[in-house]
């Protein structure tokens, strides 16, 4: 029975209509036979949930089913991928916005809800709030209910829609555009999307008790939306709602425009464009084409949108962007504006745009700047009926390319024979961290062999919080223009990789393989188009997102392709992930290798218990900031305080802004010192650092030298005189102390000779016989002291010093060079002026010196340097 249940669901998730009823009804009676044999209450809980499941799902195909065969459209392709109980939650939790709760579609209404009687009698009254601008109060005069007659519902002459005080262009021309959709046809998508609908006279129903129920899509699924029928009055002749113009008393328009803005929080709501518009009214799948890119296809563009309109698959609407007042004047356009598509012709000489500005008398295109001569500008009886209409006029596409900034194309999803939802929920990222993909929503995704193109559509919902940004944004701004407040809800993206493993997790885009990079737009919708590069072979789905405002976001991921696809969240390619956070400060920000200062930078302590692969991602909140990261071999994770080139396991890429990525096929056990840093000494930013492998990694900071320690340096720099070779100064302690030095080649210009290699020591005792090692730098070897050198740590006794030597004791830090033939020939470049003492006597000496300190944890004193060549 297992066996016959998986292959149901399996059947169930390929197929559409009828077929898929079959098999969810199937599936659903298998659950319940197994349920009752079921002997484990957990187990029988779980069997029975499953056949709800099933069964709800049923119902709902059952109803698509019922509302497709009313229409000669063809069927539209439904998700039937279960949802898991997260989803399920998303999707509640999504159905409450501005007040109101607009729960997911189930079935359609029966007929007596647009009779029964409401709570003050015999009419519907919505309590939801429509909020007004302050212009649009002005005139307001009240909520007034149109006549209860078939008249409100019937055209007697072409629609001819318009816009006037309500800032909603583009749900205006998203009418005007729609509206060959709309009409009284067995092919219109009205019976779909209002109730009550009169199937016999082919237009929308009267309620009696002036309740309307709308079918509408957003917040990742079809929703309920009711209103009632009041609309608002003006004082004016201006008007607060849509209107016919050559249809005054038709009022269908009006309320499926009131409907949109209930979701959309008011009358006065910021704006939207066309696109996302539709998207909510018709379910058709958004795509918008920013025409000034210099990627656009001017004749691919034109013959598949043209293709798609002429077989009633695609409504087209336009955008401006921002236009001068003179250029507006000019051109008779108007800026941040929405207007209708109606037609698309091509004739001898041109290809032609038949385009409706929504606005009551306002401008429309003059021509001006257009070489075009357009025989179809004239109304003439061979005219196309909307040539009659108001606001329109035709525009030649090489004119609509070079003064419109978006071209939108909703595309029907019949066009597809296979859909799937996913949805989630993403909480943003540190700043620091919004530059790079470790947090975000990614999922696997195959096609099969020669599969066909698949179209994946992200759809950000709808929340409270995004309005009151616009309102007070909008508000506060000199410069609320409608393009402008939209910017301030961020941006979103999708872009598709190619990695190995194949369908894991990337990082981040630098480093990996992009097939394909949407546009990042601030609209809620994006879609990304593309032809499997490898069908049979899994590939990454990126959703990524920049400065979007609140912390938390519920999106939709909606997969369309002719051809089943297998789709799942990404895998991370290695198990086992930490994440670090630290800042470049003052002290902190040493600069790349070139600079003396660069080991001042933040380290950190990798431990990895056995043998792995490795990646390191750093990111920062800082986009300009070029940074990068290295691991390095180290004394058990101790602070590096040398660099050399065999030093280096792996590092990034060179210097990269904002973020950069660090990768090693395998590393062996062991602990291992990574320091992060910035290009220039000074660069200040906050950072964080992920650590994957495959085992556990431990990742812990490396204090810097000082820390937790006395610093003691001497009064002067530790230079050498000339064929000197051997400098030293005595260390005084007064208790048990654990010490060490730290010695780094000084700042500063002169004109030095060339660098030479010097190691730094604690010794005990004087002369070549008698003096004793206690702790040296490099292991020994001779190094350059550009980026510091370090002693390891060591316990000094004052007993055992006084024993040594004349009573006063012998603890001396040296420092040595090789060589000594030049003068000044230790690395750096700080000066010191003549007239210095060292250790009692006056070094001549313009060469460049090595600065010195003590760390410890006691108070110790650090004397004078003095030649310690020939002792």
């Known amino acids: 029975m297992t066996d016959t249940n998986k292959e149901h669901e399996r059947l169930l998730a390929r197929s559409t209509g009828s077929d898929a009823l079959k098999h969810a009804i199937a599936a659903a009676d298998l659950y319940m036979q197994a349920a009752l044999k079921a002997n484990v209450a957990t187990e029988r809980s779980r069997l029975r949930r499953k056949c709800s499941d099933l069964l709800a799902l049923g119902e709902r195909l059952k109803a698509n089913s019922t509302v497709a065969s009313a229409a000669s459209r063809p069927p539209v392709p439904e998700s039937t991928r279960p949802l898991t109980i997260q989803e399920k939650t998303i999707i509640i939790k999504s159905s409450r916005l501005h007040g109101s709760v607009f729960p997911p579609w189930e079935t359609a209404p029966a007929p007596d809800t647009f009779t029964q009687a409401g709570p003050e009698g015999d009419v519907f009254v919505d309590p939801a709030t429509f909020s007004l601008s302050a212009e649009q109060e002005s005139i307001f005069s009240g909520w007034r209910r149109p006549e209860q007659t078939e008249n409100i519902m019937t055209a007697t002459s072409e629609i001819d829609l318009a816009q006037d005080l309500a800032t909603d262009c583009s749900v205006v021309a998203s009418l005007c555009a729609a509206i060959r959709h709309f009409g009284p046809s067995k092919a219109s998508l009205l019976p779909f999307l209002m109730y009550p609908y009169d199937h016999q006279a082919l237009r929308p129903g009267v309620s009696k008790n002036g309740k309307y129920v709308f079918r509408m899509n957003f917040n990742g699924c079809w929703r309920k939306v009711v209103i009632d029928d009041r609309l608002p009055m003006s004082s004016t002749d201006r008007t607060l709602y849509v209107v016919d113009r050559r249809n005054p008393h038709l009022v269908w328009p009006a309320l499926v425009e009131k409907a949109y803005l209930k979701i959309r929080g008011g009358y006065d709501f910021p704006g939207s464009n066309s696109g996302t518009d539709l998207h909510v009214l018709t379910g058709w799948i958004p795509e918008q084409i920013f025409l000034q890119s210099d990627d656009i296809e001017l004749d691919e563009t034109w013959n598949r949108i043209k293709t798609g309109f002429d077989a009633d698959n695609a409504i087209v609407t336009l955008g401006t962007g921002k236009i001068l007042p003179e250029e507006e ?48 500008a004239g109304d003439t009886d061979d005219s196309p009926p909307e ?53 975000n929503p990614q999922y696997s995704v195959m096609a099969p062999p020669s599969s066909s193109p698949i179209w994946v559509l992200l759809s950000r919902h709808w929340q409270d919080g995004e309005l009151e940004i616009l309102r007070q944004r909008k508000a506060d701004r000199d410069d609320n223009s409608l393009a402008t407040v939209s910017r301030q809800l961020g941006f979103m993206s999708l872009a598709l990789f190619a990695t190995n493993p194949p369908g894991t997790r990337v990082p981040l885009s630098e480093g990996h393989r992009c097939l394909h990079q949407g546009p990042y737009v601030d609209s809620p919708n994006t879609l990304l188009k593309y032809q499997p590069a490898q069908p ?39 198990a086992h992930s930490i994440s670090v956070h630290g800042a470049w400060t003052r002290r902190t920000a040493g600069g790349s290798a070139v600079h003396a200062s660069y080991l001042s930078n933040p380290q950190f302590a990798l431990s990895l218990p056995r043998a792995t692969p490795l990646s390191l991602v750093l990111s920062t909140d800082t986009p300009n900031l070029p940074i990068h990261v290295a691991v390095l071999y180290s ?30 096929g395998s590393i062996d056990a062991g602990t291992y010192t990574v320091v992060v840093s910035t290009f220039e000494p000074g660069q200040l930013g ?61 700042g500063g210009g002169g004109g030095a000779a060339p660098c030479s290699a010097i190691r730094v020591s604690i010794e005990l005792g004087s002369g070549v016989s008698r003096r004793r090692v206690l702790v040296v730098s490099g292991e020994g070897e001779f190094a350059d002291a550009s980026l510091g050198l370090r002693t390891g740590e060591v316990d000094v006794d004052p007993e055992v010093v006084r024993s040594v030597g004349g009573g006063g004791g ?61 002792l």
């Open 329 to 376: 004047q000019t051109l008779g356009l108007v800026k941040e504006h929405d207007y209708a598509v109606l037609n698309l012709v091509k004739d001898s000489r041109n290809r032609l745009f038949r385009v409706k500005n929504p606005w009551c008398d306002s401008r429309v295109w003059t021509g001006a700047g257009s070489s075009a001569t357009l025989s179809l």
């Open 387 to 439: 040539d009659n209409l108001t606001n329109t006029f035709w525009m030649t596409f090489e004119d609509v390319l070079q003064h419109f900034d978006s071209l939108y194309v909703n595309w029907n999803p019949a066009l597809f024979a296979y859909r799937q939802d996913h949805h989630f929920t993403w909480e943003m990222p540190d700043k620091t961290e919004d530059l790079v993909f470790t947090h």
């Open 536 to 574: 049979g072979v899994a590939q990454t789905l990126v959703v990524a997102q920049g400065e979007l405002p609140l912390p938390k976001y519920n999106f939709t991921l909606s997969f369309f392709s002719n051809q089943p696809l297998t789709i799942s969240p990404a895998s991370e390619p290695l």
């Open 635 to 664: 004394n058990g994770g101790q602070r590096v305080t040398s660099v050399s080139g065999r030093d280096i396991l792996c590092a990034s890429a060179e210097y990269t802004c904002g973020c950069t990525y660090a990768s090693l």
């Open 686 to 746: 906050k950072f964080t650092l992920r650590v994957s492998a495959d085992v556990p990694p431990a990742v812990k900071p490396v204090l810097a030298d000082a820390a937790g320690r006395l610093r003691t340096a001497p009064r002067e720099l530790a230079v050498f005189g000339e064929g000197e070779e051997r400098i030293r100064a005595r260390l005084g302690i007064t208790r048990l102390s654990r010490v060490c030095v730290v010695a780094r080649s000084s």
């Open 810 to 870: 012998e603890l001396w830090v040296v420092v040595e060079q090789i060589g000594g033939g030049g003068r000044g020939s230790i690395s750096g470049s700080a000066s010191l002026s003549s007239g210095g003492s060292c250790g009692g006597r006056r070094l001549q000496s313009q060469g460049r010196g090595v600065e010195v300190e003590v760390l410890s944890d006691a108070p110790v004193y650090l004397g004078g340097w003095e030649n310690d060549d020939d």
